[in-house]
């Protein structure tokens, strides 16, 4: 997190714990979506303002689904566990990888739209309603509001991630707009291929990349993935949440470079590089 960001992440914070539960969603309609995510220990103890930050939604999804290895059973921090009810569950696994924040629900809702988001943020009030308006303008498509591009040179080798560039106006490659989980990334139903249920080869192939999984998921069924439009601003980073992270060594090691690769390989995918 940058420094001029601390004020304003440790501002929200506070505004998101000080409001009651019941002030949080009264009055709101909902959408047919559910909204997901998953945990580590390191993070139980500030969750809780990612989920609520969900609940001060303008809109409400149908439920939010918190999911958490099994070794935390009992483990819960007040502040969570008393958000638990109707609208906000907690279910866990037997695995700890990211990818269960979509395997998982996918098993439990076939039907439902699925929008999975990151447990170290707390996402703008108007985050759920625009990117289900952005759904609603390009229905049975996979809706990111962060994007890259996955990059290739001239010679057909994969470049490291660094030069995997945002680009909100879309890549030139449409196949190669990569999704990225903390913004929020909306799934239609029927969007991935079978295999993402495959725990034995994702963990094989992209253990540390449920992204880099499910953007070659959803390519195997057929499923474009686009940049919303109407994004709007950036969630905010909880102050302190980034003590342990995946980022700093899918990005710093270059990770995802090495785990796309594989997936590529593995599923004999290749890709023209238009950029």
Same mark, same amino acid.
């Given at each position: 997190?940058?420094?001029?960001?601390?004020?304003?992440?440790?501002?929200?914070?506070?505004?998101?714990?000080?409001?009651?539960?019941?002030?949080?969603?009264?009055?709101?309609?909902?959408?047919?979506?559910?909204?997901?995510?998953?945990?580590?220990?390191?993070?139980?103890?500030?969750?809780?303002?990612?989920?609520?930050?969900?609940?001060?939604?303008?809109?409400?999804?149908?439920?939010?689904?918190?999911?958490?290895?099994?070794?935390?059973?009992?483990?819960?921090?007040?502040?969570?566990?008393?958000?638990?009810?109707?609208?906000?569950?907690?279910?866990?696994?037997?695995?700890?990888?990211?990818?269960?924040?979509?395997?998982?629900?996918?098993?439990?809702?076939?039907?439902?739209?699925?929008?999975?988001?990151?447990?170290?943020?707390?996402?703008?009030?108007?985050?759920?309603?625009?990117?289900?308006?952005?759904?609603?303008?390009?229905?049975?498509?996979?809706?990111?509001?962060?994007?890259?591009?996955?990059?290739?040179?001239?010679?057909?080798?994969?470049?490291?991630?660094?030069?995997?560039?945002?680009?909100?106006?879309?890549?030139?490659?449409?196949?190669?707009?990569?999704?990225?989980?903390?913004?929020?990334?909306?799934?239609?139903?029927? *969007?991935?291929?079978?295999?993402?249920?495959?725990?034995?080869?994702?963990?094989?192939?992209?253990?540390?990349?449920?992204?880099?999984?499910?953007?070659?998921?959803?390519?195997?069924?057929?499923?474009?993935?686009?940049?919303?439009?109407? *994004?709007?601003?950036?969630?905010?980073?909880?102050?302190?949440?980034?003590?342990?992270?995946?980022?700093?060594?899918?990005?710093?090691?270059?990770?995802?470079?090495?785990?796309?690769?594989?997936?590529?390989?593995?599923?004999?995918?290749?890709?023209?590089?238009?950029?």
């Amino acid at each position: 997190m940058k420094v001029k960001e601390i004020p304003v992440s440790l501002f929200h914070q506070a505004k998101l714990s000080w409001q009651s539960q019941r002030k949080l969603i009264a009055n709101k309609k909902q959408v047919p979506v559910i909204v997901s995510l998953a945990s580590i220990p390191s993070r139980l103890p500030i969750v809780h303002l990612t989920i609520r930050s969900i609940l001060n939604q303008d809109v409400l999804p149908e439920k939010i689904v918190l999911w958490l290895h099994e070794d935390l059973k009992g483990r819960i921090p007040i502040p969570l566990q008393t958000l638990v009810g109707d609208l906000f569950s907690i279910k866990y696994t037997d695995y700890f990888s990211s990818h269960r924040k979509l395997v998982e629900p996918l098993k439990l809702y076939p039907n439902k739209i699925i929008v999975t988001c990151d447990d170290d943020m707390m996402y703008r009030k108007n985050w759920l309603s625009k990117i289900y308006q952005a759904h609603d303008d390009h229905p049975g498509q996979i809706v990111a509001n962060q994007t890259r591009c996955i990059s290739y040179a001239e010679n057909g080798a994969l470049l490291p991630y660094k030069a995997w560039k945002p680009n909100a106006s879309g890549c030139k490659n449409p196949l190669l707009t990569l999704p990225i989980g903390a913004g929020g990334t909306l799934y239609p139903p029927d *969007s991935m291929d079978k295999t993402v249920f495959n725990k034995e080869l994702f963990l094989k192939l992209a253990p540390n990349a449920d992204d880099l999984w499910f953007k070659v998921m959803g390519l195997l069924k057929g499923t474009k993935s686009i940049q919303a439009k109407n *994004s709007g601003k950036e969630p905010i980073p909880i102050w302190g949440s980034q003590k342990v992270s995946l980022k700093k060594g899918n990005i710093g090691m270059d990770k995802n470079r090495t785990q796309w690769q594989a997936l590529t390989d593995h599923f004999q995918l290749k890709f023209e590089n238009l950029d």
